[in-house]
């Protein structure tokens, strides 16, 4: 094989997030329309090197993914070590505001999965003025806990493991081998009790089911795309936010929870209309 | 099916390997049909179809025989693929001292998924 870089460029942005300083890794790739990718529970930015490297992406969208704090090769804030990790709804809005402010992002456009599915939904209902358009992948309302998540981080459970096998069923079972295994090894590599934070989010926190309705869809437009094997977002679920928004959905057939990691090339297939649609705004 | 699951585990090489530090017996419910399959350094060394009197095992799980034959079809339908899934649509449910379980995870979904091999043959 020819050695060769990948167009993605990554860099360490220091900046204050929650009134306090933080030191955020940052990705991207392409010009044009900012879209602001947001990683699952457990993960980071690696998710999207499947968009960050499809010309058919980056020829109009300049493609944007940070690893949140805590998260791949941001740092947690000082003083991390005393306090239990927990995302909150409000935390996880002001956070990608903040970022985007950051960055001096024009009306971006947000796209995030699983938990960036749900949040997605928050910033429709709270700030849609600031985005250009929003799509949730793998977005519901709410998620009930359907494990004990205190397994996920204790010590006599090798934390990457457990978060691994927590995971490994939401890939859709014909997804390639090599990215199927790519995104569990991301969850491998999460630090201890980061993805039971986000889950604080995702299961508690983040339930939106009561507000779902006050999101107006002619403020920001609102797209949905959902895996059909996902079990944790289930089609049923986002078909509700459809149902009770107006948005457009999609789910997405031979997919699971992580789209834009487990199968780059089958996620993108169902992207591109919809890109498509948002430049044409 | 389940009478197979020993010899699929046993003959997957990176399986056994990936379960090298598993040592106990689980239980499979099948409707009220039960099974216990003992586990020593990742191989599968005994299969015990019951009845039992008294029978002794860390975890178990339970479903009822329409649920575990969708889920060890060679590519079960959506909302069958994973145990998980199955939990939390409470088609299954997982019982008992579930740390051996939880810390070898991925071995064990591959162990209890393992028909869906002699069921693709």
């Given at each position: 094989?020819?050695?060769?870089?990948?167009?993605?460029?990554?860099?360490?942005?220091?900046?204050?997030?929650?009134?306090?300083?933080?030191?955020?890794?940052?990705?991207?790739?392409?010009v044009g329309i900012p879209l602001l990718c947001l990683h699952t529970a457990g993960s980071d930015a690696r998710q999207f090197r499947g968009l960050m490297n499809d010309p058919r992406v980056t020829s109009g969208f300049r493609v944007i993914a940070f690893d949140m704090p805590w998260h791949g090769k941001s740092s947690p804030p000082a003083g991390w070590q005393d306090a239990e990790y927990e995302l909150t709804s409000r935390d996880y809005v002001r956070m990608?505001?903040?970022?985007?402010?950051?960055?001096?992002?024009?009306?971006?456009?947000?796209?995030?999965?699983?938990?960036?599915?749900?949040?997605?939904?928050?910033?429709?209902?709270?700030?849609p003025e600031r985005f250009r358009a929003l799509i949730g992948l793998e977005s519901a309302a709410h998620t009930d806990p359907y494990y004990d998540v205190s397994w996920l981080n204790r010590p006599d459970v090798h934390g990457g493991q457990v978060c691994?096998?927590?995971?490994?069923?939401?890939?859709?079972?014909?997804?390639?081998?090599?990215?199927?295994?790519e995104t569990l090894w991301h969850y491998m590599q999460s630090g201890p009790g980061v993805f039971k934070g986000d889950l604080h989010f995702y299961m508690i926190d983040g339930d939106i089911r009561d507000r779902v309705d006050d999101i107006e869809i002619d403020r920001?437009?609102?797209?949905?795309?959902?895996?059909?094997?996902?079990?944790?977002?289930?089609?049923?679920?986002?078909l509700d936010i459809a149902k009770r928004t107006g948005a457009p959905a999609i789910i997405m057939k031979g997919l699971g929870h992580f789209p834009m990691s487990e199968d780059p090339e089958k996620f993108v297939s169902y992207l591109l209309p919809v890109l498509e649609e948002i430049r044409a705004l | 099916m389940i009478d197979k699951i020993g010899s699929l585990v046993n003959a997957d090489a990176n399986l056994v390997r990936r379960g090298r530090f598993v040592d106990t017996t689980f239980m499979i419910a099948i409707d009220d049909a039960y099974t216990l399959i003992r586990v020593q350094e990742g191989r599968v060394?005994?299969?015990?179809?019951?009845p039992f009197i008294t029978p002794d095992y860390?975890?178990?799980?339970?479903?009822?025989?329409?649920?575990?034959?969708?889920?060890?079809?060679?590519?079960?339908?959506p909302g069958f693929t994973d145990i998980f899934a199955l939990v939390k649509?409470?088609?299954?449910?997982?019982?008992?001292?579930?740390?051996?379980?939880?810390?070898?995870?991925?071995?064990?979904?591959?162990?209890?998924?393992?028909?869906?091999?002699?069921?693709?043959?």
């Amino acid at each position: 094989m020819n050695p060769r870089f990948e167009p993605i460029t990554g860099r360490y942005l220091h900046l204050d997030l929650l009134d306090r300083p933080h030191r955020l890794y940052v990705e991207e790739a392409g010009v044009g329309i900012p879209l602001l990718c947001l990683h699952t529970a457990g993960s980071d930015a690696r998710q999207f090197r499947g968009l960050m490297n499809d010309p058919r992406v980056t020829s109009g969208f300049r493609v944007i993914a940070f690893d949140m704090p805590w998260h791949g090769k941001s740092s947690p804030p000082a003083g991390w070590q005393d306090a239990e990790y927990e995302l909150t709804s409000r935390d996880y809005v002001r956070m990608i505001v903040e970022v985007a402010d950051a960055l001096a992002l024009d009306k971006p456009v947000a796209m995030g999965c699983s938990i960036g599915g749900r949040i997605v939904l928050h910033l429709a209902r709270e700030c849609p003025e600031r985005f250009r358009a929003l799509i949730g992948l793998e977005s519901a309302a709410h998620t009930d806990p359907y494990y004990d998540v205190s397994w996920l981080n204790r010590p006599d459970v090798h934390g990457g493991q457990v978060c691994a096998g927590v995971v490994s069923g939401l890939i859709a079972p014909a997804a390639p081998a090599t990215e199927r295994w790519e995104t569990l090894w991301h969850y491998m590599q999460s630090g201890p009790g980061v993805f039971k934070g986000d889950l604080h989010f995702y299961m508690i926190d983040g339930d939106i089911r009561d507000r779902v309705d006050d999101i107006e869809i002619d403020r920001c437009p609102l797209f949905l795309l959902t895996g059909e094997y996902d079990y944790s977002c289930t089609s049923e679920a986002t078909l509700d936010i459809a149902k009770r928004t107006g948005a457009p959905a999609i789910i997405m057939k031979g997919l699971g929870h992580f789209p834009m990691s487990e199968d780059p090339e089958k996620f993108v297939s169902y992207l591109l209309p919809v890109l498509e649609e948002i430049r044409a705004l | 099916m389940i009478d197979k699951i020993g010899s699929l585990v046993n003959a997957d090489a990176n399986l056994v390997r990936r379960g090298r530090f598993v040592d106990t017996t689980f239980m499979i419910a099948i409707d009220d049909a039960y099974t216990l399959i003992r586990v020593q350094e990742g191989r599968v060394i005994e299969v015990t179809p019951g009845p039992f009197i008294t029978p002794d095992y860390s975890f178990v799980l339970r479903a009822s025989r329409t649920v575990w034959e969708k889920f060890w079809q060679p590519l079960p339908p959506p909302g069958f693929t994973d145990i998980f899934a199955l939990v939390k649509q409470k088609l299954m449910r997982v019982e008992g001292d579930l740390h051996p379980f939880m810390a070898n995870l991925l071995y064990f979904k591959d162990v209890i998924a393992a028909p869906r091999k002699e069921a693709a043959r």
